[in-house]
Nanobody
Framework: VQLQAYGGGLVQPGGSLRLSCAASGFISGSNVMGWHRQAPGKQRELVAVIGREGITEYTDSVKGRFIISRDNAKNTVSLQMDSLNPEDTAIYYC??????????WGQGTLVTVSS
């Protein structure tokens, strides 16, 4: 499975960004797609994930601000990020987990929230 991420960039506090990721390759069965992030000096953490059936999970700090969605026909996942703050600054990694638990990562895209 290959993952290609799009989006990211520089945004002012309170602004919005949208990340997208497309999966390609051998994709079958149930899977989970989503995003993790790693801020400078911190461990990588889950941001939001969504199952093929639409069940979602968010880290507490982004609840009410970020919305994850997916298009199963296109094997894509998107993350709409609103009300961004400097603590959201990180490299965001697209994430794909197969039904057997094999994990794939995208190349990472930088999100910088700064005035």
């Amino acid at each position: 499975v290959q993952l290609q991420a799009y989006g990211g960039g520089l945004v002012q506090p309170g602004g919005s960004l949208r990340l997208s990721c497309a999966a390609s390759g051998f994709i079958s069965g149930s899977n989970v797609m989503g995003w993790h992030r790693q801020a400078p000096g911190k461990q990588r953490e889950l941001v939001a994930v969504i199952g093929r059936e639409g069940i979602t999970e968010y880290t507490d700090s982004v609840k009410g601000r970020f919305i994850i969605s997916r298009d199963n026909a296109k094997n894509t996942v998107s993350l709409q990020m609103d009300s961004l703050n400097p603590e959201d600054t990180a490299i965001y990694y697209c994430y794909f987990r197969t039904y057997r638990g094999v994990v794939y990562w995208g190349q990472g895209t930088l999100v910088t929230v700064s005035s």
